[in-house]
């Protein structure tokens, strides 16, 4: 299993339409591709982690480093692993924008999004740094800590 982690900046005017637009094509692709993984959207940031056949994720990280969306894509890390990490979720989708900074719901569900992540087994090099990244964006620390 191949997976990369990358992080761009989206373009200052993206709307919620251009996001829903970009999923459909997403889930669609990636289910008939055998992709997975989660995209994270703060901040007029994106932050992805795709798993999969390798050519297949390198071939889709070309097309998406092209699109018009998004600049500055930058690669923070590839590489093999066992097992998928995001096996149900031909792209999970997690919207944090801080527009509701004291929005209580929207606490809770980075808590719950954060504990999430401390309960993957074995995370691969590239999962600890999607998470670390996720940390960063939202200046959280590791839980405990
Ligand atoms: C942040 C971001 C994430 C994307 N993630 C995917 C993805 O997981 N799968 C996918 O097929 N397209 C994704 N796309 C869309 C691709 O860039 C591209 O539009 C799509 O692969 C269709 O390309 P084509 O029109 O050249 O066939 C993403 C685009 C952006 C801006």
């Given at each position: 299993m191949f997976e990369l982690v990358y992080q761009s900046n989206a373009i200052p005017d993206l709307t919620t339409e251009n996001?829903?637009?970009?999923?459909?094509?997403?889930?669609?692709?990636?289910?008939?591709n055998n992709i997975s993984g989660?995209?994270?959207?703060?901040?007029?940031?994106?932050?992805?982690?795709?798993?999969?056949?390798?050519?297949?994720?390198?071939?889709?990280?070309?097309?998406?480093?092209?699109?018009?969306?998004?600049?500055?894509?930058?690669?923070?890390?590839?590489?093999?692993?066992?097992e998928r990490t995001f096996e149900k979720w031909k792209m999970a989708y997690v919207d944090l924008s801080s527009d509701h900074k004291h929005d209580k719901e929207r606490e809770l569900f980075v808590?719950?999004?954060?504990?999430?992540?401390?309960?993957?087994?074995?995370p691969s090099p590239a999962i600890k740094e999607f998470w670390k990244?996720?940390?960063?964006?939202?200046?959280?620390?590791?839980?405990?800590q």
């Open positions: 996001i829903e637009r970009i999923l459909e094509v997403a889930q669609n692709f990636n289910s008939k989660c995209l994270f959207y703060h901040d007029h940031k994106f932050l992805q982690l795709l798993e999969g056949d390798e050519e297949v994720v390198r071939n889709l990280f070309n097309k998406i480093c092209q699109n018009k969306f998004h600049s500055k894509v930058e690669l923070l890390t590839e590489g093999f692993k066992e808590l719950n999004f954060l504990a999430y992540s401390e309960l993957i087994e074995k990244k996720v940390r960063d964006f939202l200046e959280k620390r590791p839980m405990g």
